[in-house]
């Protein structure tokens, strides 16, 4: 014990060390993260925040009463921890509403009626009020449709059935190479005029938790929109078999959703300035919203309370930034992105310098290092700092994506990066009702925040090269 104490003195001393520090300084910076990830580990808030959002609160799709209950919560807790600034940014978002559950059957020639799971895709239209019941035509691909032809497929059912492909170890490219299904599934099968799309649930694993999801009509005339759903994928193993069984299997879906318009919604942004560099800002950030299953707590709960974190932390550190570090809480990336390209415009318009960006939205799960939208010489710089995260694990840096909110920011200057967790098991539950608070585990969850602080604390000490 007596040793421990001894240990928590300099550190706290360090910090103010680092503030000034002009060059990198390998000890004073592994001892500031080393503080970061002990005091997330035991002093840290996400976790409490995360079980409020998702329990007290739940699911936040856009223009709905969770997501105005979770503007107004995410302002009363930055404003809490007594940060420079605290404002809300307005954004007009699209209303869209699930209805009634759905419901759907699978029907084959010996009468044989079989119950599936399924959830419509976000912004599509209903089914007719008495539901929808026809032939079923499985595809791969939309090359699939051009070989079927219009002849084949008017009037029927369009079942979508290219599973995540399991040999890419990168989830977020398996499910990339999927989800063109989900997204563009229903304006391309209407062209050829089937009454309705089905659409296999974008995850690896066997289960029925069906995985909604946006999709869109592109420039479809709305007299030619068909209501599309995604069914689990047993329940898509069930219907692919039946169909090889009896091609005359029919499938029966109802579902009532509707687009709504557009409503006022906001973005909430908090922000501490910089002491040397107030016009250099770095963002840190996730979206508020979530689909309307599950509580949101992965997708992007989990994002939501790290990047707060990473204010909080600083502040209870005492560590005052050189640069203007500013947290956004994104409203509408699940449909619409609107809340990102928002943020971007205003920034854009105002002329601000955003040098940096940090994105958490793969999930809670353990932090393995992040990806970053660098040059060679940027990159270059953020493979030296890897040394720093050795020691917790989360040194993995490659080149990538930063995040769907951020990317509007990027320019040929700035960098944009992403926290990259372990993302295995991240598309059993992605955009599904078993994305739950009790699926989020606390450690975890602390581990990506204090990782998110030390990325964050290393750029606004040393900048970003040009």
Known sequence: MKTKSLFLIPLFLLSADVVSAQTPNHTSDSLFIKKLFSTSLTAGKSYDWLSHLTLKIGHRISGSYGAAKAVEWGEATLKNLTLDRVWLQDVMVPKWIRGTPEIAYISSGDSQTNSVPILALGGSVATPPNGLKSRVVEVKSFDDLAKIGKDSIQGKIVFYNRPMDPNVIETFKAYGGAVDQRVQGAAEAAKYGALGVIVRSMSHKLDDYPHTGTMRYGDLPRNQWIPAAAISTNGAEMLSAMLKLDPKTTFFFKQTSRNDGEVLSHNVIGEIKGSQFPDEIIVVGGHLDSWDVGDGAHDDGAGIVQSMEVLRLFKTMGYRP?????????????????????????????????????????????????????????????????????????????????????????????????????????????????????????????????????????????????
């Open 322 to 466: 050189k640069r203007t570090i500013r947290v956004v809480l994104f409203m509408n990336e699940e449909n619409g992105l609107r809340g990102g390209n928002k943020y971007a415009e205003v920034a854009k318009q105002k002329g601000e310098k955003h040098i940096f960006g940090l994105e958490s939205d793969a999930g809670g799960f353990t932090p393995r290092g992040f990806s970053f939208d660098a040059n060679d010489a940027q990159m270059q710089t953020f493979l030296s700092w890897r040394v720093h995260f050795e020691p917790y694990l989360t040194n993995h840096f490659t080149k990538g994506g930063g995040g769907a909110d951020i990317g509007p920011l990027k320019n040929a200057e700035n960098v944009m990066a992403g926290l990259r967790p372990d993302s295995q098991r991240y598309f059993d539950i992605h955009h599904t009702a078993a994305d739950v608070f009790s699926a989020v585990n606390k450690r975890e969850l602390e581990l990506g925040a204090a990782a998110m602080a030390g990325l964050i604390y290393l750029v606004d000490q040393y900048g970003v090269e040009k």
